[in-house]
């Protein structure tokens, strides 16, 4: 069974850091793009940052960059810190999975959230002024 469970959202205050955490498991992680995403109330669901494992590939929307590193481990947990968070990063984050079929699947899926294979459940980040 795919599981994709994210942890560490919350409250924090404007300019605060976060560490999202997800844990995944039941499919062949080396074979997929891991990424966060996120919905803020009124808008869709946008990408935030994807990770290929097996090429080392990275990518941020421009919002994020400079402010958010996505990273992961050897035991299938995909990490986001978030760093000097304001008003406009509250929302519900997700972590998700898309097979990767090519060295940009990444970038793909960051601009195209619907076309990923699995989701989690998504997890509450409100940044308070």
């Known amino acids: 069974e795919v599981q994709l469970v994210e942890s560490g959202g919350g409250l924090i205050h404007i300019g605060g850091s976060l560490k999202l955490s997800c844990a995944a498991s039941?499919?062949?992680?080396?074979?997929?793009?891991i990424g966060w995403f996120r919905q803020a109330p009124g808008k869709e669901r946008e990408g935030v940052s994807t990770?290929?494992?097996?090429?080392?590939?990275i990518y941020y929307a421009d919002s994020v960059k400079g402010r958010f590193t996505i990273s992961s481990d050897n035991a299938k947990n995909v990490y986001l810190e978030m760093n000097s968070l304001n008003p406009e990063d509250t929302g519900i984050y997700y972590c998700?999975?898309?097979?990767?079929?090519?060295?940009?699947?990444?970038?793909?899926?960051?601009?195209?959230?619907?076309?990923?294979?699995?989701w989690g459940q998504g997890i509450q980040v409100t940044v308070s002024s």
């Open positions: 039941g499919f062949a992680f080396d074979d997929y793009v």
């Open positions: 990770y290929s494992s097996n090429l080392g590939s």
């Open positions: 998700a999975a898309g097979r990767r079929w090519t060295a940009y699947s990444g970038s793909y899926y960051l601009g195209h959230p619907d076309k990923l294979d699995y």
